[in-house]
């Protein structure tokens, strides 16, 4: 969601400027003496207790409709977070109306041009002004596999955020000017896209993992070719197949009192008619992965570094548990223990930071590991992202990379619930994917399926910078290289 | 008319049936109020401590003041540098990252700002000591331990990151060079916070043992620790930890004069990255009064919230902080297939806005609740809380002032803040503007008529 930077601003600039001198009326010291040299022990253990604390409880319950309203109760200052979510995205686009699922879902925060009987009322506010003026923030998002609109804002206006969420998808905004701004607009900034923005670099290294004509290949933004013909009509009937509360969610966060909020989505959205039930693509799987090593390469001239991720589809690894790839994940590229920045930045100083993980998508999944190394080092970077992957196939991690990675993950898990974002980020990637995603299990890849995993002719890589070094690149480490086109 | 006039057209127009209502605060200074307590250790380490049962885990936070600004002169980079090597350990022998991440951290950074350099970890509650001994082991060590080869690594490591940061991203050169223009080639922020290359590349080991044994000591540092722990409990974890740190007295450092600035004209940048032209106004100014920065702050943000992405215009305001200087500055950014003279155009638009235009009521709150609704959201996170209780340390505020502090925007009228901001960006700070216009060749685009057949 768009935020206003006020608190990052307040952060670095400090909220204006008072003098810097520490504060004196505070309390006594505590430490009889300071000492007058220092004396180094060892890290201390653990504490064995610690106080325990008090999760949030998740409400769960079904409308008649067959919404699901799910409300997480958080104590705490007066804010709530309202998603509305339907597991549908740019994957159910029409075919020949790539891009339909985006606009319909941005025009519900616009304006109502017309009445029910088409006639023309007067210039309104739009729904994202309205919120807005109410000092709360509205956004949406569109996703291959999601759909969601939301409000950021205070829990005493809960009831009227929910009556203009259901507002504005039982009576959907179908503005004819707004249409044409935003079919202009993506069809801009598909012909802007470039492979210094994320989301190409996101469409790239999603076309390495999945392959290039799978649907998850594509921007959800759509197609130019598409988006040129695509009418107000189709983007209505796709508005139509999506709004409906069969297999949607609203989700609720923040210092909520449950049964009130029951009541006002009861109130708010009890009426909203569950209609046909919803269309919905099942993409299919990616072909298997290549048998030759391959690159596909970019050019963004000016650039200082290159960056280089590389992508093994998991078509082929059905038994492979989620948390299994994260745990590899996890040894081979997360972190400051792991393999790649061990080898990248501890012993070469090449990069500033890889990451690995794995790309999980509803129908696909893929594993990941990326980083930027100077790109008049580009041959070098890329060797070292190849042999660290053979290494870890011929050397699994050992017993103390492993307790690292298991750390980590659950450090990463315990982190889902840390804040309101976090519990809703969460809650939307279970709705994206159909299921809770499942917790790391901390078991080992089986040495077999591990072999198969990291065997290089498996691998594609993605390079974007200056040409001539990745071409370079490419060669000296035997890639086929393959140009990237996005549109 | 351009674009800037129809949206605010209609702000005005939209003035009056609001006019009268009053301003239309929706918290209380309880929803931003923090319980922490803050006290001074003899070796004077101030530690403030925030326990909440709530949390999952405790955040540790260390900040010191060691910032670029107080770099020696031609040394652009230091601070940064020596923050790489206390970070994840100065030697082999004190892998912090690597030790903090077996225990399960969940967050592990370190920062350099003008004025600070910070370390921040997030462990599972059961790890805060080994959090707090961290910390004290950290700067009990100092510089003693560090190895030539990870300080020729961790430089190679910056030049990296000064990549990332500084060239590689849109706006990037042009940012550096009103950097320059802004500071002038002597200043430590010449280069940004992680140097100038020059700089980088002649810095010795020597130059960064002494500045960490100048700076990085437990008298010029604040500690932060909030999460889940009995607050019982923590004083027996300081002293055998932090509480142990020797008392060294920190050599005062020189006070940096307001740095020379001569604004004149326009200058135009090339920018590489970019299709889309930018104008940015910088004004600065030596040592403003309170009221003034804090209206100046509230100004940035009225000027953010003008423009939501609508017209495909952006408009970024903010004010920078770096010693005696204190810098506002507006950026307008356009669509690439408008001039660099429509951005500017523009944005002189939103500064009479703000400072000639009667600003509606309606906007001016929902402006401001919705800086109390992002310090609210700001608060529910451990690491963002630590953050905010060390923006009240830095002004001087104990933590029980949190919310005071954080709830100035409130005091001031919209005519206040159309009244300085007047006074300051119009009529007495000069400015100077900055012309970013793009040099890639643009392809062929589609026309309006053409995407909407």
Redesign the interface.
């Known amino acids: 969601m768009k935020v206003l930077p006020i608190a990052g601003l307040c952060l670095t600039a400090g909220c204006a400027g008072a003098p810097e001198a520490p504060s004196t009326s505070v309390a006594e010291p505590v430490v009889t003496a300071a000492p007058t040299h220092w004396e180094p022990v060892p890290a201390p253990a653990p504490l064995r207790t610690v106080p325990p604390r008090r999760l949030e409880a998740r409400h769960e319950r079904q409308l008649p409709n067959g919404l699901r309203v799910v409300v997480i109760a958080r104590p705490g200052a007066p804010v709530v977070s309202i998603r509305l979510a339907f597991p549908s995205g740019a994957l159910d686009d029409p075919s020949g109306d790539l891009g339909a699922t985006q606009i319909a879902v941005g025009l519900l925060g616009e304006v109502y041009e017309r009445d029910r009987s088409g006639k023309r009322l007067p210039a309104e506010d739009s729904l994202r002004r309205k919120i807005f003026e109410k000092g709360a923030s509205y956004g949406w998002s569109v996703s291959h596999d999601l759909s969601h609109v939301g409000i950021d804002g205070y829990v005493e206006d809960l009831s009227d955020y929910l009556e203009q969420l259901a507002r504005a998808v039982r009576l959907p905004r179908r503005s004819e000017q707004m249409f044409a701004a935003y079919r202009s607009s993506y069809i801009h900034e598909l012909e802007e896209l470039e492979p210094k923005d994320g989301p190409t670099w996101s469409a790239l290294v999603e076309r390495a993992a999945f392959g290039t004509r799978h649907p998850y290949a594509r921007a959800p933004l759509g197609r130019i070719s598409d988006l040129r013909e695509l009418s107000l009509e189709a983007v209505i009937d796709r508005q139509d197949s999506l709004l409906t509360p069969r297999e949607a969610t609203l989700l609720v966060v923040g210092a909520v009192d449950v049964a009130k909020t029951h009541r006002a989505a009861q109130r708010w959205l009890g009426a909203w008619r569950a209609g046909a039930p919803p269309r919905r693509r099942r993409a299919p799987t990616p072909a298997r992965p290549p048998r030759q090593p391959e690159a596909l390469f970019v050019s963004v001239p000016h650039a200082k570094l290159a960056k280089i991720c590389a992508a093994r589809r998991l078509g082929d690894l059905r038994r492979l548990e989620d948390g299994q790839v994260e745990l590899l994940a996890e040894v081979l590229a997360g972190g400051f223990g792991s393999r790649l920045f061990a080898r990248l930045r501890d012993t070469h100083g090449v990069s500033y930071a890889p990451t690995g993980r794995l790309l999980r998508r509803r129908y696909a999944r893929a594993m990941l590991i990326c980083t930027q190394v100077p790109a008049d080092r580009a041959t070098e970077g890329l060797r070292y992202m190849r042999e660290t992957l053979v290494d870890l196939r011929e050397r699994p991690p050992e017993p103390l990379e492993l307790e690292r990675a298991r750390a980590q993950l659950s450090a990463r898990a315990a982190g889902r619930a840390a804040s309101i974002p976090a519990l809703v980020g969460h809650a939307l990637e279970e709705i994206a994917l159909g299921r809770p995603p499942r917790l790391p299990s901390g078991e080992l890849v089986p040495i077999a399926l591990q072999a198969q995993l990291l065997e290089a002719r498996r691998w594609r890589f993605v390079l974007a910078g200056p040409i001539a070094p990745l071409k370079r690149a490419a060669r000296a480490n035997g890639l086929k290289p393959r140009r990237f086109a996005l549109r | 008319m351009s674009r800037a006039w129809v949206l605010l057209s209609f702000l005005v127009a ?1 003035a009056s049936s609001a006019e009268a209502q009053d301003a ?1 605060r ?2 209380q200074d309880a ?2 109020a923090l319980p922490a ?8 380490l ?1 530690v403030i401590a925030a326990p909440d ?5 405790v955040w540790v936070h260390m900040i010191f ?1 060691a910032g670029a600004l107080y770099e020696p002169p031609g040394r652009s980079g230091l601070a940064h540098l020596a923050e790489h090597l206390l970070a ?1 350990g100065s030697s082999s022998d004190t ?1 912090y ?3 903090a ?6 967050y ?1 950074n370190a920062t350099t ?1 003008a ?1 600070t350099m910070s370390f921040e970890l ?1 462990l ?7 959090g707090l ?2 910390m004290a ?1 950290r700067v ?2 100092g510089a003693e331990g560090f190895e030539p080869e990870v300080f ?6 910056v ?3 000064r ?2 940061v500084h ?4 706006y990037a050169r042009p940012d550096l060079a009103i950097q320059r223009r802004v500071f002038g080639p002597d200043h430590p922020l010449t280069g940004g916070v992680i140097g100038h290359p020059e700089h980088l590349e002649s810095a010795e080991l020597e130059d960064v043992r002494d500045f960490v044994e100048s700076r990085i000591r ?1 008298s010029n540092a ?1 500690l932060i620790v909030l999460g ?3 607050p019982e409990g923590l ?1 027996a974890l ?4 932090v ?5 060294r007295e920190v050599p005062p450092a020189a006070p940096r004069e307001p740095s020379a600035w001569q604004p004149k004209g326009a200058l135009a940048l090339d920018e ?2 970019s ?1 889309q032209p930018r104008v940015s106004l910088v004004w600065k100014m030596p040592r ?1 009064n ?1 009221v003034t ?2 209206i ?2 509230l100004s ?2 009225l000027l ?2 003008f423009v ?2 609508a017209f ?1 215009s952006r408009v ?1 305001a ?4 770096a010693g005696a200087d ?1 810098i506002f500055r507006l950026d307008v950014v356009l ?2 297939d408008k001039p660099v003279r429509a951005a500017q155009g523009e944005a002189e638009v939103f500064l009479r806005y703000l400072t000639a235009v009667d600003m509606p009521t ?2 001016y ?18 690491p ?1 809380r630590g ?2 209780l060390w ?1 009240a ?6 933590p029980e002032a949190l919310p005071a ?2 709830t ?1 925007h409130w005091r001031w009228h919209r005519h206040d803040v159309q009244h300085t901001a007047w006074k300051t960006l119009i009529q007495s700070v000069p400015r100077l503007t900055f012309h970013a216009r793009p040099t890639r060749p643009r ?1 062929p ?2 026309s ?1 008529e ?4």
């Open positions: 939209s239309q929706k918290t929803d931003l307590t803050r006290q001074v250790l003899n070796n004077g101030v049962l709530r949390a999952d885990g003041r994840t892998d990252a690597r030790a991440e077996a225990r399960g951290s969940w592990f700002s004025e997030g599972p509650a059961v790890e805060l000591p080994f001994w961290m082991d009990g060590r020729r690594r961790e430089r190679e490591v030049e990296v990151e990549a990332l060239l590689d991203r849109p437990a604040v889940r722990f009995e004083p300081l002293e055998t930890t509480a142990r740190l020797p008392r590489r990255w299709r403003p309170r920065l804090d100046l702050e940035a943000v953010g919230g939501d992405g495909g970024h903010g004010v920078l902080r204190v669509p690439y309606h906007y709150d929902a402006v401001r609740q919705r800086i109390d609704l992002e310090l609210m959201f700001a608060l529910d996170s451990l963002q953050r905010l923006a340390e830095r002004q001087g505020q104990p502090v954080l100035r392809q685009k589609l309006w053409d995407r909407n057949p």
